[in-house]
């Protein structure tokens, strides 16, 4: 696992420098900033505040404390943090960090740290009332590194609490990918999540998207 997550860091490093952006959002390259944070407006819009009963388990979201893995430069985050008391995203490239700190100097409740990619470690003691990834565990290689993170996100989340994650669904990639190209990830089935799920103690509670490469997954820690 080692040498892989030292190819996922040196991998994205690269992206950050050639185009950060346009990996973060491949709709387009030469982004213009503006537009592309507003990608991020939309996909907060759609993902998280059309769905607040699972996102909060009402709580009032100004209190809540979110966690994002695979920050970015933190397209995201930003918004998130217009929202949530407090967003901490972590991502396993220090130049989309270095990044995501620049774009993130004004917004006093977003704070954003390099990791390992593969847990959480450098979060410390913190705890969290929802946590959330989008189109970053469909970039992982290796089943095991996800539920590394599940594993992860299970012991900093507070009970009662939801962990609202997108993984690549499509089974084609496990045929297609050879285990270090870190742009396509491992595919997860419905089988494989509630596997995930219950090993670490969350249940499956909703899945959307089986078979695609949006699968969407709400994990709830009782
Ligand atoms: C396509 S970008 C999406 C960024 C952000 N989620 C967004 O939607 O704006 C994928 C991000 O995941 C990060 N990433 C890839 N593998 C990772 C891992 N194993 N752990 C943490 N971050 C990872 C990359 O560095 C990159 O910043």
Known sequence: MADLTRKMRRDWDRRARTDAMHFVNTARSGW??????ATGEENVRDHILNDMDAVCQGRDPARMRVLEIGCGVGRMTRALAATFG???GVDVS????????QFLRNTPNAHVYHNSGKDLRVLG????????????FQHIPSRAVIDSYVGAVSQCLRR???FKFQVQGYQGSNLLQNGR???LGASVSEIQAAT??????????RSAGAGTQYHWLWFYKP
């Open 181 to 183: 190209d870190t742009w």
């Open 160 to 162: 009662g609490s939801t």
């Open 94 to 101: 220090e130049e989309m960090v270095r990044r995501a700190k």
């Open 32 to 37: 213009d900033e503006k537009e592309f944070f």
């Open 196 to 205: 995930m799920a219950k090993r670490h103690g969350f249940e499956l509670r």
């Open 125 to 136: 003691d913190l705890d969290f009332d929802f946590a959330y990834s989008f189109i970053v």
């Open 86 to 88: 407090e967003v901490h």
